[in-house]
């Protein structure tokens, strides 16, 4: 049976979190990263002895694509848990919201966080971050 892009992009983040490098929190987390173009673009939390240099899942993910010339995205999984254990329920931090702000539709961008394509909810940007402020605010 042919796999739905949901089940696709679960996979996917289930795959780059095992790359995660999280020895200060011990909590993995992937993401895999839906473009317009149908590329997908996985991504895993970096952390750093500094602390403030560390990056999430969903940053990498989208650095990874935009330093290779993408602009255009449509969905974003995310999933999460402790290191050796069961996946947990998990939601992009501020910061990544406010990255998705920059190169997503508000209305239409699908984040779907849970622990598989069976067990996830879907929110749209605009649920996220209500009143968020972006490129179109500075359209003056
Ligand atoms: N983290 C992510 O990578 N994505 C999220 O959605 C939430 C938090 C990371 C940052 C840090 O490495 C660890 O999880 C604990 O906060």
């Known amino acids: 049976m042919e796999q739905t892009t949901k089940e696709i992009l679960f996979n996917k983040a289930k795959e780059a979190r095992k790359e995660a490098y999280t020895p ?8 895999a ?10 991504g895993c939390n970096i952390e ?7 990056c999430c899942a969903e940053r990498t993910a989208f650095f990874k694509a ?3 010339g993408v602009r ?6 995310v999933v999460a848990g402790p290191e050796g254990g069961d996946l947990v329920w998990t939601t992009p931090c501020g910061v990544c919201r406010q990255v998705m702000m920059e190169f997503c539709e508000y209305e239409t961008f699908e984040i ?7 067990d996830c909810k879907c929110y ?14 500075l359209d003056f």
């Open 48 to 54: 750093n002895a500094g602390h403030t240099p560390a």
């Open 112 to 118: 779907y966080l849970g622990t598989g394509a069976e």
């Open 66 to 68: 935009v330093s290779e």
């Open 72 to 77: 255009e995205f449509c969905a974003i999984a």
């Open 24 to 31: 200060y929190s011990h909590y993995q987390v992937g993401a």
């Open 33 to 42: 990263l839906l473009c317009a173009d149908g590329q997908i673009f996985t």
């Open 124 to 137: 749209t940007l605009k649920e996220l971050l209500p009143h968020g402020f972006g490129p179109k605010n």
